[in-house]
């Protein structure tokens, strides 16, 4: 018995002192144990409202797609919009940022920036934001079904005849939704939103507010 313990004791610690200390990103509990203030998103940004399009994907890779244009205006000057991503691909070409009193003329962006360690994305104009002027900014991009149960996730039953049924489920507390959309996840950066979801023929779409109209394509 005393042996058993001992082997056992010593694979452990061989384990924790191979295991490289930082090359995993950080899970929601460290992020949120942090006291690091540059996991915190700039205090300049100031989300109004977003608007969402979301296609699930229940087959195959698992890997959806959506679009998000965000309303957003800026505190003083500046040419960096920093948000959050975190395992989602922007469509670089897509993204667009226009005043909304200027709809025709959108901004030049001359840099896309992720950092995945902090799950930041940064995109750079080339000339600045003007203060309490109002923007959109606006972009397509994919991100995964995963079965970890963060964003907008999967996971599945099985019907009457033994067949696997998927589901996608959101879990955004305290920083999943990241995962599902790109947005300022931070407690303190409250909005308002307008979700909509293509559902295929045969499944629903549940929400915790009531549908505002449905369409058929
Ligand atoms: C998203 O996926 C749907 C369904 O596959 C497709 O019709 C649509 O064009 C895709 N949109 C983008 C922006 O990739
Ligand atoms: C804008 O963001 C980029 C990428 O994160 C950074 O290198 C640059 O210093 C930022 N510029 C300003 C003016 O904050
Ligand atoms: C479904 O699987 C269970 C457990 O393996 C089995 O007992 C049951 O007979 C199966 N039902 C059908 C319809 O195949
Ligand atoms: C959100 O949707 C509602 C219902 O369709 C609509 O009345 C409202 O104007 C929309 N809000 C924005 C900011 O687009």
Known sequence: MLSWAVVLLALTMVAMATSPRRTALLDDAEVLATRDDSYRL??????????????????GDFRFNGTVAITLRADHPTVNITFHTSDIDVVEDSVSVTAISKAESALK????????????????LDSPLAAKEEYILKMDYHGYHRTTTRGFYRSSYLDRNNNTVWLATTHFEPIGARKAFPCFDEPALKATFNISIAAPK?????????ASSTELE
């Open 42 to 59: 700039p205090e300049t940004i100031v989300p109004v409202h977003y608007d969402l399009q979301l296609h699930p994907n229940l087959e």
């Open 109 to 124: 962006v001359t840099a896309q920036t992720g950092d995945e360690e902090r799950s930041f994305y940064t995109v750079t």
């Open 202 to 210: 045969g499944l629903h779409a549940i929400s915790n507010m009531p």
